[in-house]
């Protein structure tokens, strides 16, 4: 069943409490149709009552529970159980808490991050979740996105790897711009993940 600890790029997940594990089904639909050369062989979850965690499961996926409440603690947990399994990149799924300078040095493998919008200028501090669509949608933008990034401990300023722009003239609300950049999102992170690996 767990396929994909077998994969040639095992790569970890992380996912905090509000996760819904779009992006982490996203990711694990497209790299099966790959073959499985890439696969999710760890996904973190920081509660045991998260939608996303059941959802991983399902999926065959190995998941794994700490508790981020002592983020020093989270992280050298977390840390030891990616090397111990090889693991070769970090994608956040839906995790809304910071990771220190310390544990993005000492991972030493990629850490990405998916935005819901185009950066840099839809990043900084709380721009998260609807806060981004509202802020795109009172600049009156026609235009909106989603950014594939090195996570870095200044909120959304890590080096871009990838971006998809999404058409939004036609979009009535913020909740509808959500819903087309979320579509965006999952087409974009996967691809870039697997591209990124193998370039
Ligand atoms: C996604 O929309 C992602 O862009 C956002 O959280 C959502 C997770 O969805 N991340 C950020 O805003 C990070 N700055 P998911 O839990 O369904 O994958």
């Not at 997940?13 to 497209?30: E, T």
């Not at 508790?67 to 956040?92: P, Q, Y």
Request: negative net charge.
């Amino acid at each position: 069943m767990e396929r994909t600890t077998l994969s040639t790029y095992p790569i970890a997940v992380f996912s905090s409490g509000h996760s819904r594990g779009s992006n982490l089904a996203a990711m694990h639909k497209y790299f099966m149709e790959q073959g499985f050369l890439v696969g999710i062989a760890l996904a973190v979850f920081t509660r045991e009552d998260c939608s996303a965690l059941i959802l991983a499961q399902d999926l065959g996926i190995p998941t794994v529970v700490i508790k981020a409440a002592d983020m020093a603690a989270f992280e050298t947990e977390a840390l030891k159980l990616c090397k111990e399994r090889n693991i070769c990149l970090i994608a956040l799924t839906g995790f809304m808490k910071q990771l220190s300078a310390q544990f993005i040095e000492q991972a030493g493998i990629p850490v990405l991050n998916v935005h819901p919008a185009l950066l840099p200028k839809y990043g900084g501090k709380g721009m998260y979740g609807l806060a981004v669509h509202n802020a795109v949608w009172e600049a009156g933008d026609k235009i909106s996105g989603a950014t594939v990034h090195h996570v870095d401990p200044l909120y959304d300023n890590g080096r871009i790897i990838a971006q998809s722009v999404v058409d939004i003239s036609q979009c009535a609300s913020p909740e509808d711009i959500s819903k087309q950049v979320l579509s965006a999102e999952h087409e974009l992170y996967p691809h870039s993940i697997f591209h990124y690996l193998r370039k």
